[in-house]
């Protein structure tokens, strides 16, 4: 079983959706939860972050994470055709030396106008 | 400006070369990392620095070198031993502050070997 499994679609949607796109990960050491977003030809950015359980607004983006259930999750709301990207989770420890994050293969997003 | 630059943007070699690609970072970073994304995997983990002269083999080193002799710069070989270099790759750095989370990425260098 990989540590990181996200479904990497393609997923399309029309303008005005609401996005749900979302992780399972298998390692409960995992503390650190991230969402990376990646145009094309382009390196990722940072997104949003949640530690531990819990869940995050910031804007029209919710990142949601259930522990318990090892899943993660990231809301789109009122979607854009600005938002058309890959969106990558990814996850770490807490502290320690260790830096190394985790990711999951990437979701491929079209909102269509 | 700070942030990081990965030079060239594209970069095409004959196979059975050895070619070095470029990251460099002004953001004062200790923490350095080389991915490597290829179609439907995601980002892969090849190298990763926490300080100078020093760095770690990630979940695929085969057929890569790197060097880590300044802060500032974390340059990656690609040697003749990779079978399959063809690739996007991407160069990251991080502070290593215990508490940090994100990693901030350059725009990466597309390899094409023939």
């Known amino acids: 079983q990989k540590e990181v499994e996200q479904d990497p679609g393609p997923l399309s949607v029309p303008e005005g959706a609401i996005v749900s ?15 990376y977003r990646q145009y094309s030809r382009k390196g990722p950015e940072l997104l949003m972050y ?28 009122d979607s854009q055709p600005s938002d058309s990207a890959t969106y990558l989770c ?10 190394k994050l985790t990711f999951g293969k990437g979701t491929l997003l079209t909102v269509n106008p | 400006d700070g942030g990081i630059t ?6 095409f070699r004959k196979e059975g070369q050895n070619v070095t690609l470029s990251c460099e970072q002004n953001l004062n970073h200790d923490a350095m990392y080389w ?11 090849i190298y990763y620095s ?26 990656l070989t690609v040697t003749s031993a990779q079978k399959n270099p063809t690739a996007f790759y991407l160069c990251a750095s991080s502070s290593r502050d215990r508490l940090s989370y994100e990693q901030y990425f350059g725009p990466g260098t597309r390899l094409t070997v023939t």
């Open chain 1, 50 to 77: 949640t530690y531990s359980s819990g869940n995050k607004e910031d804007g029209r983006f919710t990142a949601q994470v259930d522990k318990s259930s090892k899943y993660i999750s990231l809301f789109i709301r």
């Open chain 1, 21 to 35: 796109l979302n992780c399972t990960y298998s390692n409960s050491a995992f503390q650190y939860f991230m969402w």
């Open chain 2, 35 to 45: 991915y490597r994304q290829d179609p439907g995997q995601g980002l892969r983990l």
């Open chain 2, 50 to 75: 926490q300080i100078v002269n020093d760095f770690q083999k990630g979940d695929i080193a085969e057929g890569y070198s790197v060097s880590r002799e300044k802060k500032e710069s974390f340059p």
């Open chain 2, 6 to 11: 990965q030079s060239p943007k594209y970069l």
């Open chain 1, 90 to 99: 990814a996850m770490r420890n807490s502290g320690g030396s260790n830096y």
